[in-house]
């Protein structure tokens, strides 16, 4: 069973970063794309960013491009988040999703298997 752990995220003041992780032990990792999703308080979930299988090409939500970085080391079965610059808004807990496909998806539909989240939150 593919199994998706977040770690890394906390409590920042705004401007300040983050960096969190999604491992996924125990299956062929680049053959995967991976998606980062967050859910706001209240609100829908909404897609961050992801990152193709194997080439590690990405594509990012209009308001985090410039401040956030996708990337993968497929030797740790690794995707990392790299968040700069973060704002109250960014406030929410983030997921990370595997699809069997080496190309990226905004649509959470398309992806099959879903980490538990981990909490960011932001203080102004």
């Known amino acids: 069973e593919v199994q998706l752990v977040e770690s890394g995220g906390g409590l920042v003041q705004a401007g300040g970063s983050l960096r969190p992780s999604c491992a996924a032990p125990?299956?062929?990792?680049?053959?995967?794309?991976i998606g980062w999703f967050r859910q706001a308080p209240g609100k829908e979930r909404e897609w961050v960013s992801c990152i193709s299988s194997s080439i590690g090409s990405t594509d990012y939500k209009e308001s985090v491009k410039g401040r956030f970085t996708t990337s993968r080391d497929n030797a740790k079965n690794t995707v990392y988040l790299q968040m700069n610059s973060l704002k109250s808004e960014d406030t929410a807990v983030y997921s990370c999703?595997?699809?069997?496909?080496?190309?990226?998806?905004?649509?959470?539909?398309?992806?099959?298997?879903w980490g538990q989240g981990t909490q960011v939150t932001v203080s102004s």
């Open positions: 125990g299956f062929t990792f680049d053959d995967y794309a």
């Open positions: 999703a595997a699809r069997r496909t080496p190309f990226t998806s905004w649509r959470e539909g398309e992806y099959a298997y």
